[in-house]
């Protein structure tokens, strides 16, 4: 590589004695901070300010976009809690790493030369706060433009003055949305909120930020409200009775929302708190401490591995079989059987991402009937903005409600999303094949029946494969593959090319009955109904669950997803098992719910009562089964419930039902809800240590029965204390 292409960051001097700093990254489609970039800035900086013939300081991007933060990658071997250097080192080298590039932000900030920077589109996490050290700040409107910092997500806090200098900017109240939650803003959103100065027109940005450039006055725009005389907090600091009673309430509010699990929340509240009362310089040290001591936490790493690295890997395309093997498709025109629920909601995910979509039903009335669902989900998004009605206009004209299978001929790909029921999807398959044509791939949006089985009813069995979407398909962000045992590398590929053009997060899984999150949820919400029927009280498990982080309680989840589909899981694992099936007492419960008429959240009863947006646990269960005098401890239950599912996972692991480990620690934490500051069921096991969770199941075994018995891996893996992520190290 030649010398001018490592270069991240350029610079130049115009006329107007206008210095421009502009990150481009070579080979990267978005900006982020890396140590050469941040090396490379610094020097520009340092050159700027010395130099007397520049009078102002531009920075911006080479890119349609301007930063997205600091290069996690570059994160990550700082802090891997299992590297080889000592934590006291990785600690030290990243304190001095952050607190050094602090050290420029606040020599440009104090450097007595007007700095703006023009923000091309999306700035996100270091990125803004490199412009919140700027004096003034500009941004392109784009539509799709955010700013923010979004580093409480994957564990981590602004390290590079955002818990400092936005509180000082907007006031605590108005920053903590963006600190404590990681929201994001459009740029005319930014502007409202204070977090920049003005929002333009794309083609004006750079022309404007020197317009400012020009007519700055280094006395009085070179220098930030904090740094002047008199400066006061916005709606007041930490021990005015404003910021008083703002802190405690904030307080509060975080403990409600993070149950006191997500260590990140914690410590960009305290940092902000601290830094508030003390000089900016001293404030500076008080971040960089908070960052260090969350960067060397296991907790941290699981989560960027899990939440960015990995989900970002998969998203571009890891699980993939070679383009050079199997072209990328386009897709430009899809079909999807069946208007319901399901089939609308896959009709109006391809229909956004620019697809031409023909939704077909049994009759038009029904396929009409599916479009028109499409558009209610169409005009809620205009009504909020998040969409413009010629979008909309133009999304709509792109899903065709048919009744004929002879349009389907020429598709890229045509999902299947009817009923549950072998004999009707096996119909309606063989029809896709005899209309599409025998290079069409035909995908199953099933989520239980098996690929293999389904597979048997077309005659090109290799172009068959499970697209097994979420409920509701417009929210929910994963998409399981599935690989039946005759499933050829080009279905994977189409599989996966359609599932990154609609924006979702893949995961590849062998075929198997309820194939991975259905497998491991399953577990997880008999164990409630077991603990029911036991005399536990609901309110216990409900509790224990969210406290565990998961985002609904068991019982309320089976409500969501209706109790008749429990029934139904439950005959057919009786049918499929013969005489291996062992009824347990969570049928029972299903079973009597189901008499009483509760069939869950769709008919305002099931383990809970429903009235509107209130909800209250029903009553009527403590007397079907009287809670027991004697209740156990939340963190036996707790434990019960995060282990089940945990097991599971491992056992689709250890029967190659998957085959990445990445699959399985994203597919978890997005497929069914394990608790995210985990990293997923691996990460959380090779964070607990593999010798202590085998001694765990080895205990609940032995106390509730061999559903919780170590599977043979786990066996393998604890007696030598081996980690999941060196033994199924995925391949880079």
Request: charged letters at 25%.
């Amino acid at each position: 590589m030649s010398e001018a292409s490592q270069t991240e960051v350029h610079y130049s001097v115009d006329a107007d004695q206008i210095a421009t700093i502009c990150f481009d990254l070579p080979g990267r489609s978005m900006n982020v901070l890396t140590k050469t970039s941040m090396l490379e800035f610094h020097a520009h900086i340092e050159q700027a300010l010395k130099d007397d013939n520049v009078k102002g300081i531009l920075i911006t991007s080479g890119k349609k976009d301007f930063m997205g933060g600091v290069d996690l990658a570059m994160l990550g071997s700082l802090c891997d809690p299992f590297s080889r250097t000592p934590k006291e080192e990785r600690a030290k080298e990243g304190y001095e790493l952050i607190l050094g590039f602090h050290k420029l932000l606040r020599a440009y900030e104090t450097g007595g030369k007007p700095v703006a920077c023009a923000i091309t589109g999306t700035c996100m996490g270091g990125g803004f706060e490199i412009a919140l050290a700027c004096h003034y700040r500009v941004a392109a409107k784009k539509e799709k433009a955010q700013i923010g910092l979004p580093e409480c997500k994957v564990g981590l806090m602004p390290g590079f003055g955002g818990t400092q200098r936005l509180p000082r900017l907007v006031g605590v109240m108005a920053a903590s949305e963006a600190l404590l939650q990681g929201k994001s803003y459009t740029p005319e959103k930014a502007k409202a909120a204070g977090f920049i100065h003005d929002a333009v027109d794309e083609k004006k940005l750079i022309e404007h930020a020197k317009k400012w450039l020009k007519n700055a006055d280094p006395k009085k725009d070179a220098l930030q409200s904090w740094d002047q005389k008199g400066y006061k907090i916005p709606g007041g600091g930490p021990y005015t009775s404003s910021g008083y009673q703002l802190f405690v309430g904030g307080n509060a509010m975080t403990l409600d929302k993070t149950k006191g699990l997500y260590l990140a929340q914690e410590h960009i509240l305290s940092a902000v708190y601290e830094g508030l009362q003390v000089p900016f310089e001293d404030a500076m040290r008080i971040e960089v401490r908070h960052f260090t001591y969350l960067m060397t936490n296991p907790q941290s790493f699981n989560m960027i591995r899990t939440l960015f690295l990995s989900k970002q890997a998969l998203e571009k395309g890891a699980r993939r079989p070679s383009q050079e093997d199997v072209p990328v498709n386009k897709l430009k025109k899809i079909g999807v059987i069946g208007a319901g629920m399901m089939g609308s909601g896959i009709a109006f995910v391809a229909a956004k991402a620019g697809i031409k979509t023909y939704l077909i039903d049994k009759d038009q009335s029904a396929a009409e009937r599916g479009k028109e669902t499409i558009q209610s989900m169409v005009t809620k998004l205009v009504q909020k903005r998040r969409m413009s009605e010629k979008d909309a206009a133009l999304m709509m004209a792109r899903i065709l409600p048919k009744t004929d299978y002879t349009v389907l001929k020429g598709s890229d790909l045509v999902i299947e999303a009817v009923f549950e029921d072998m004999k009707v999807k096996a119909d309606i398959l063989k029809n896709i094949e005899e209309a599409a044509g025998s290079k069409c791939i035909i995908a199953s949006n099933t989520s239980t029946l098996p690929i293999t089985e389904l597979g048997e009813h077309i005659t090109y069995k290799k172009n068959f494969i499970g697209i097994h979407f979420f409920s509701p398909v417009d929210k929910m962000p994963l998409v399981e593959i599935i690989k039946g045992k005759k499933t050829g590398d080009r279905a994977v590929a189409r599989a996966l090319d359609f599932v990154k053009k609609i924006r979702k997060t893949p995961i590849v899984v062998n075929d198997a009955r309820f194939f991975y999150a259905n497998r491991c949820i399953i577990p997880y919400i008999e164990e409630a109904h077991r603990m029911v029927t036991e005399g536990i009280s609901p309110a216990l498990i409900e509790n224990a669950a969210e406290m565990l982080g998961l985002p609904l309680g068991p019982l309320q989840l089976n409500d969501e997803v209706s109790l008749d589909l429990s029934a139904s899981i439950q005959k057919a694992t009786a049918a499929a098992l013969g005489d291996k099936y062992e009824p347990s007492p969570a049928a029972d419960l299903i079973t009597k719910m189901l008499q009483k008429k509760r069939h869950g959240k769709k008919s305002g009863a099931g383990f809970y009562d429903y009235d509107g947006r209130e909800k209250s646990l029903w009553t009527g269960l403590e007397k079907l089964y009287p809670i027991t005098e004697e209740q156990p401890s939340l963190e036996e239950v707790q434990t019960r419930l995060m282990t089940i599912q945990t097991i599971e996972a491992i056992r689709a692991l250890e029967q190659k039902i998957i085959t990445d480990i990445r699959d399985a620690d994203v597919g978890a934490i997005f497929g069914w809800g394990y608790p995210p500051y985990t990293g997923g069921p691996m990460s959380y096991v090779d964070m607990v240590g593999s010798t202590l969770f085998l001694r765990q199941c080895e205990k609940l075994a032995k106390t509730y029965g061999k559903r919780f018995a170590p599977p043979k891996l786990l066996r393998e893996m604890g007696r030598g204390g081996e980690r999941f992520y060196v033994r199924f190290a995925p391949e880079l």
